[in-house]
């Protein structure tokens, strides 16, 4: 079932995604070599906590960690360790509170330090088809729109779209409905109507699009190790623009221009 969020709860849903922005604007300047992603881990669930908020991920089915922080050819729920980030490496963290009862959901990938321009360069474009699809969050269209703009663009680059995850509807739970792939048809899947709060997140690969799980159960990485980038809002379709609740003033159109 897909809730429709009343201004009220959007509200909150509002300063849910304004914690996480902070938290995750924190760590990005926090990411350099030498660093570990379990330091990262303990900065973001101290923010959190002193927020009034807490960690969503800690303690999700079991998950041991306040972030995943999935490295280089890592595609997602990677677990943050005690190793020191080195100069040139891909990180990608995600993170996600619940504030009053309210959840956000949110992720990026950084370059460690400075590091190739194909990876700089999978980053920024994996950012775009996040932008493509957000602009496509619009009542009366429908949710292939949003997973169409994410696939042509990231295909038209040569890239692989990771399917075996998706994005996904978002309110007091993580995960609700809809189920957001990354790639479909335009015009295809459920009608957007105002009020729906949708985690869109392109997971998009340098090389090929499948994957395999590690022991762990939970890491998911590249099956021909092809570096991987991941970018994650939460999105309020509104009667107007598109309002991203984990970027506080973000403007879609500018930004899929
Ligand atoms: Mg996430
Ligand atoms: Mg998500």
Redesign the pocket.
Known sequence: MITIKSAAQVEKMRAAGALLHQVLEALRQAIQPGVTTLELDRMAEKMIRDAGAIPSFKGFEGFPFSICASVDDQVVHGFATKDHLREGQLLSV?C?VILNGWQS?S?FSALVGSGSAEAEKLIRDTEKCFWLGANQARPGNRLGDISHAVQSYAEAQGYGVIRDLC??G?GTE??EDPSIPNFGKPGRGVRLQAGMTL?I?PMIARGDWHVYLYDNDWTVATRDGSLCAHY?HTVLVTDGEPEVLSFPGANVKEMAR
């Open positions: 995600d996600g959901d992720a994005g996904h978002i993580m995960h985690a997140e994650e």
